[in-house]
């Protein structure tokens, strides 16, 4: 059985079924990650795809520390969802292929692998990916 981790103590529910990112709330602002010694908040798991971007190429190591190889990686999208009445949080896509994205579009938290630490464990981070739309919108 492989070992699983977050990527950082706190960033996010682990393990949870429907995980929610935790941010802090401190004189009606929100704030994420969330701030040591802040009352904390769980954020909305659902939200819209405001905007976005593609990485193309490996990112300097470090601060990036993935388990590829200039020759092995594999691009992905990052981007901005607004989490309605919250607010904008940034992370990757579970979508890399810009055409099968826009904005405005539903997306949900997901938990994804990161990276494999030299151990065999594995590294998980929080990630957006399109929502399945039954005509409710966001929640």
């Known amino acids: 059985m492989t070992t699983q981790v977050p990527v950082a103590e706190g960033l996010f529910t682990w393990p949870s079924d429907e995980p929610r990112l935790i941010a802090s709330e401190r004189d009606g602002a929100i704030v994420f990650p969330a701030e040591p010694g802040a ?23 470090p601060p990036y520390d993935g388990d590829d190889t200039a020759e092995t990686f594999v691009p992905y999208a990052i981007g901005y969802i607004e989490l309605p ?5 940034q992370g990757r896509l579970t979508e890399s292929d ?10 949900e938290l997901v938990v994804v692998p990161y990276t494999v630490r030299a151990d065999g464990t594995e590294v998980l981070t929080y990630a957006f990916a399109p929502a399945e739309t039954t005509g409710g919108g966001t929640e």
């Open 39 to 61: 009352p904390e908040r769980l954020l909305g798991n659902r939200g819209t795809l405001w905007s976005f971007t593609t990485q193309q190429f490996r990112p300097p190591s």
């Open 85 to 89: 009445g919250e607010l904008l949080v």
């Open 98 to 107: 810009p055409a099968k994205l826009r904005i405005g579009q539903p997306m």
